[in-house]
């Protein structure tokens, strides 16, 4: 069935250096790749997201890498900082009937920023 | 403020007793879904709701209704809450999804625990 990989589970990275977070998804139909952020006991944000027509997309420190041909993509978050801690989740959307859409999740990465 | 509002934030409650969850938002967001979040499974959709009186199933949706009466509220029924259902609750909305996706805003979430 449909599904989104996401790996690490976790990733401890000293600040300062980058993180790299990967998804894998299954449905060739996905056009749709956002990333969100979930501090611990909040709600999850969305932090930046990526359009299948687009190969790569940049805010500040984040960036994200889609490859549709492997049907992968990326999270990547350069001269981390504390505040970076939190947990990710990459997640795909994909087309249905009637303008609907549906969208999977990936399991979580929990990235922790050594000081 | 735009935001998108779960009540309650906690509960604890018994097997078998009716609850409902409220979620409400004021962005005129047509699409409105409910997800469960649990240790290592990240965020797995309950039911979305694509307008008022338009609803569907998502990836686990036994044990649980949804109703759209009106375009800003999506309640979650659980009609007879078995302890398999304790876990972490989101509220989220967003435009309609069309054939694109669309970011999606959380509800700060309802930690339900059923005993």
């Known amino acids: 069935g449909e599904n989104v990989e996401q790996h690490p589970s976790t990733l401890s990275v000293q600040e300062g250096d980058s993180a790299v977070i990967k998804c894998t998804y299954s449905d060739s139909a996905s056009n749709y790749f956002p990333w969100y952020k979930q501090e611990l006991g909040k709600r999850p944000q969305l932090i930046i997201d990526i359009r299948s027509n687009v190969g790569e997309k940049k805010d500040q420190r984040i960036a994200v890498t889609l490859n549709k041909t492997a049907k992968h993509f990326s999270l990547h978050i350069t001269e981390t900082q504390p505040e970076d801690s939190a947990v990710y989740f990459c997640a795909a959307s994909t087309p249905r009937y009637s303008s609907a859409s549906k969208i999977i999740f990936g399991s979580g990465t929990r990235l922790s920023i050594r000081p | 403020e735009a935001q998108v509002t779960q009540n309650p934030r906690y509960l604890i409650t018994v097997t078998g007793k009716k609850l409902t969850v409220t979620c409400s938002q004021n962005m005129n967001h047509e699409y409105m879904s409910w997800y469960r979040q649990d240790p290592g499974l990240g965020l797995r959709q309950i039911y979305y709701s694509m307008n008022v009186e338009v609803t569907d199933k998502g990836d686990v949706p036994e044990g649980y209704k949804v109703s759209r009466k009106e375009k800003r509220n999506f309640p979650l029924i659980l009609e007879s809450p078995s302890p398999n259902q304790t876990s972490l609750y989101f509220c989220?909305?967003?435009?309609?999804?069309?054939?694109?996706?669309?970011?999606?805003?959380f509800g700060d979430g309802t930690r339900l625990s059923i005993l």
């Open positions: 989220a909305s967003s435009y309609a999804p069309g054939q694109g996706g669309q970011p999606q805003h």
